[in-house]
């Protein structure tokens, strides 16, 4: 029998045990995470997954225990980052949940905030089907971070809820609901690689670099944690905008972050914040994905923010070419 860990309350009925599973593994890696070294070689690279990132220890143990613990659950369906396929939990499962175990992993070792996304929705009958389609379908959505503290952020379509792991009774607390902050300065983006980057994406990158000497008029600071979990909090608790577009490297023509595992979850969290998701250009929630891993560019935040990035890909050549001193359209 395993323990309560999240108030049934304010969660739907028929998700709440798949809720309380995803919760009770959460516990447990909050506490090895938290240990850090002393629970053993968590970041040690033992392979790759089928998408061809290096997997830690951690990766594989978070992977294991989430498949385990959705047994009984009501999920029938069970598609995660560390697994080439999907996988059957029980064939009288009304459910489906998408998971990426542990995001972030290339900061285990160094004591940066992780987490774990997860998405649920309906169960089809045929498992990979049930994941190729769009973000409509979704019933709830969300993630947990390992940071100084932990806590759980999750959507069922009604709002954001917000809980903390209270590491002295074992369970989730709810806290305050959060929105995402309409005023923000902050972008973040891997600017290591800008030269790899569209015209449209250097143009807005720089327009924010040149500050209150560009059309901008504004000064921003800038943000990198390469956990997409970490950039999510961050951006829930204080706005901003995060951008991982595609480039021209070999494999990341649309990106580095998978569509049906990582954005699609993000996506419907964010929205139900007041922010926005999109590819760019394009609503992330429609993207019908074409394959289990599927990637897609991703561009999220404050909605206004979100949606200055689209603009600029709608700019004529000319303009995203010019330097900033010549970009008239957005000189205020
Ligand atoms: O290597 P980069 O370009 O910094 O990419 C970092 C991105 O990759 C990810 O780590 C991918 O997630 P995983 O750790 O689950 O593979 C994101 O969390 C993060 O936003
Ligand atoms: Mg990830
Ligand atoms: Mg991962």
Same mark, same amino acid.
């Given at each position: 029998?395993q323990e309560?860990r999240i108030?049934?309350? =304010?969660?739907?009925?028929?998700l709440w045990q798949v809720m309380n599973a995803l919760c009770d593994v959460a516990v447990?890696?909050?506490?090895? #995470? =938290?240990?850090?070294?002393? @629970?053993? +070689? ?7 997954? &089928? ?7 951690? *990766?594989?143990? @978070?992977?294991?225990a989430f498949a385990h613990a959705m047994q009984g659950t009501g999920v029938?369906?069970? @598609? ?5 396929? #999907?996988?059957?939990i029980? #064939?009288? /499962? @009304?459910?489906?949940l998408?998971?990426? !175990? ?9 004591? %940066?905030? $992780?987490?774990? $996304?997860f998405?649920? +929705?309906?169960?089809?009958?045929? /498992? ?26 999750? &959507? ?5 809820? +917000? ?51 560009? !059309? ?12 997409? %979990? ?41 929205? +139900?914040? /007041? ?25 999220? /935040?404050?909605?206004?923010?979100? *949606? ?5 890909? *709608? ?18």
């Open positions: 029998m309560i108030p049934r309350g =304010g969660v739907p009925a028929p447990g890696l909050s506490d090895a #995470v =938290g240990r850090g070294p002393l @629970a053993g +070689q968590l970041a040690a690279n033992i392979g790759h997954n &089928t998408d061809g990132d290096q997997q830690k220890a951690l *990766d594989v143990l @978070a992977d294991d029938r369906w069970y @598609a995660s980052e560390e697994r080439e396929t #999907v996988n059957e029980d #064939v009288n /499962g @009304a459910l489906a998408a998971i990426d !175990p542990l995001d972030g992993s290339s900061n285990i070792n160094c004591n %940066v905030s $992780i987490g774990t $996304i998405s649920i +929705q309906p169960a089809l009958d045929d /498992g990979t089907e049930t994941f190729l389609r769009d973000g409509s379908h979704l019933l709830a959505s969300g993630y947990f971070i390992y940071g100084p503290h932990t806590a759980l952020v999750v &959507t069922f379509g009604d709002g954001v809820r +917000q809980y903390i792991l209270d590491r002295v009774e074992g369970a989730f607390v709810e806290t305050e609901t959060t929105m995402i902050p309409p005023e923000a300065s902050e972008f973040a983006i891997n600017a290591s690689n800008y030269r790899h980057w569209a015209k449209p994406v250097r143009a807005y990158i720089d327009d924010c670099l040149a500050g209150s000497e560009g !059309p901008r008029g504004k000064n921003f600071n800038m943000r990198w944690v390469a956990s997409l %979990v970490a950039e999510t909090h961050r951006i829930m608790c204080r706005g901003g905008i995060f951008l991982y577009p595609g480039d021209e490297r070999k494999g990341y023509e649309n990106g580095r972050l998978r569509l049906v595992y990582e954005c699609a979850p993000i996506a419907f969290l964010v929205e +139900q914040a /007041g922010g926005k998701a999109t590819t760019g250009t394009a609503r992330v929630l429609s993207q019908i994905p074409t394959s289990l891993h599927a990637r897609t560019p991703m561009v999220f /935040g404050t909605a206004d923010k979100v *949606d200055r990035v689209s603009t600029y890909h *709608d700019l004529p050549e000319t303009e995203v070419s010019a330097l900033f001193g010549n970009r008239g359209l957005f000189r205020a």
